[in-house]
């Protein structure tokens, strides 16, 4: 095995064969292979056996609810570093998060001879997970270390309760919840266990961690129950939506398909509140006054039968080509005709924000988005020329958010749009229509995922407290829905 199929397969790095990189991390890989004396995993289908075969468990692999994964999904993206941040988002108890971060982190140093770090809500939450590879937990024997199977001659010394040392210099270290202990160490792995229990500020600092050496690529993975509406949870996932991290969900469903038995769920649900079980076990959003939009009434919102999309930056999402010719029945969606009537709006990038352009359909009910995209902070004429396009693209309306840029966009925009300027009263009142359009379902959309996440966390802080910053993707949403149902006319803005 050389590291060239490695890095193909596990690390999407290819190094060509003829280069001194190439030749230097081939020696590495050949050291490091013959220090473990273990064959490293090259797919998915290698990991699955040899997770069994070193920690004596096996991970459900298998997808049930809609819009989950399988618990094995998640694994084989943060071993591969598939993502530098992945988020983990399962049920309590019942989804296993612990046990597989200690089984992920394992079969790293063991195979990968990786340096992980463990950072719990608490120090106790992450020396439980270091606790499951010691053997601490009775309900799971012969597992991990105690597994006939593991590779127990790499073990420089026996597992302390906070480090285990391997001689492929391969480290497994337990982190107290302080800023003193995460700005410390920089391993590859960072596993992050219950962070809804963590501070926000915790989370920051220990973000600097990670660090590739070795040829081991750096990966991070956020896992927790979600409970807190106004909790760090709340905000990775909000983060997760503007950065494009994966978020990996699973519930009871899902592990019942593994390890989980019906008997082992029904005697719990007999003892937990419905509200906790609806939050905690089934993976419901939790509730609070916080959040600007009924989070039911966002899901209806975004439709995944009329597609599913990234919507990265740069990604020109067009659901819906607009035609110019004949009207036809659309065989798929009888209630609509070709060409339709459109408004296309944008909101500016400015300094930090990303611009984001949205065309709602408006001679269909509900009105639906056709087309989307976002983008850094380019230059004007660049913004500008996109927004243009799409704007010809979808003959009809076109509108712009025109606060604080003066008459810089105006001079460049060649389609005739009309600005408004998004301030007091005027600015909640476009907010306000809009939210009450979504929870009256007067607007869909295909599942974009960047665009779900910003109308999902959305905060009423975010939209209507003094310094509050509201989601790109939303201001553009609400800006096109003031023309096309907000009972705007151009002497109003």
Not at 50 to 59: H, M, Q, R, W, Y
Not at 267 to 278: G, L, V, Y
Not at 363 to 372: G, K, L, W, Y
Request: aromatic share 10%; charged share 20%; proline share 6%.
């Amino acid at each position: 095995m050389t590291l060239s199929s490695i890095e193909i397969h596990k690390l999407g790095s290819a190094f060509a064969h003829n280069t001194l990189e190439y030749q230097l991390t081939k020696k590495l890989s050949e050291s490091l292979s013959s220090a473990a004396g273990l064959a490293i995993p090259e797919t998915p289908e290698e990991l699955y056996q040899a997770v069994i075969d070193i920690t004596g468990l096996s991970i459900p692999n298998i997808k049930v609810c809609p819009g989950h994964c399988s618990p094995f999904d998640a694994f084989v993206d943060a071993y591969y570093a598939k993502h530098p941040i992945s988020v983990w988002l399962a049920s309590r108890g019942f989804g296993g998060k612990s046990i597989m971060l200690a089984q992920l982190s394992m079969v790293e140093a063991v195979t990968l001879g990786a340096a992980v770090n463990l950072l719990g809500g608490s120090g106790e939450q992450a020396k439980r997970v270091h606790g499951y590879m010691r053997g601490e937990d009775t309900n799971i024997p012969h597992t991990f270390w105690g597994n006939p199977g593991a590779p127990d001659h790499l073990l420089l010394t026996e597992p302390t309760s906070n480090r285990t040392r391997l001689t492929n210099f391969g480290r497994i270290q337990v982190l107290m919840a302080s800023q003193t202990s995460v700005r410390g160490p920089h391993p590859q792995r960072l596993r992050l266990d219950e962070v809804d229990e963590m501070s926000i500020e915790i989370f920051d600092a220990a973000m600097g961690q990670t660090m590739e050496a070795r040829g081991i690529r750096e990966q991070t993975v956020a896992s927790s129950t979600w409970q807190n509406p106004d909790g760090t949870m709340t905000e990775i996932l909000r983060r997760a939506s503007d950065n494009g991290w994966p978020v990996y969900q699973w519930c009871y469903k899902e592990t019942m398909q593994g390890w989980l038995s019906p008997a082992q769920v029904e005697r719990k649900r007999e003892t937990i509140s419905e509200s906790m079980w609806t939050v905690e076990y089934d993976l419901q959003e939790p509730r609070g006054e916080m959040f600007a939009i009924d989070p039911t009434k966002v899901d209806n919102m975004f439709k995944h039968e009329l597609g599913e999309y990234e919507g990265i930056p740069g990604e020109a999402i067009v659901v819906e080509p607009y035609d110019a010719g004949t009207p036809e029945l659309d065989t798929e969606h009888p209630h609509y005709v070709q060409p339709g009537s459109y408004v296309t709006a944008a909101d500016w990038a400015k300094k930090t924000d990303r611009t984001v352009i949205t065309t709602i359909r408006i001679d269909c009910t509900p009105a639906r988005i056709v087309a989307f995209q976002q983008m850094g902070r380019l230059p004007w004429p660049d913004m500008i020329a996109a927004f243009d396009k799409q704007a010809n693209d979808y003959p009809g309306e076109a509108v712009h958010d025109a606060t604080g840029l003066g008459d810089v966009v105006d001079d460049l925009i060649t389609v005739d749009a009309y600005p408004i300027y998004m301030v007091g009263r005027h600015r909640q009142d476009i907010f306000s229509n809009y939210i009450k359009a979504i929870e009256n379902a007067e607007i869909i959309s295909p599942f974009i995922r960047y665009l779900y996440g910003e109308h999902r966390y959305c905060k009423r802080d975010d939209l209507y407290k003094a310094g509050g910053h509201p989601p790109d993707s939303f201001v553009s949403c609400a800006l096109a829905w003031t023309i096309s149902g907000g009972g705007w006319s151009r002497g109003m803005g």
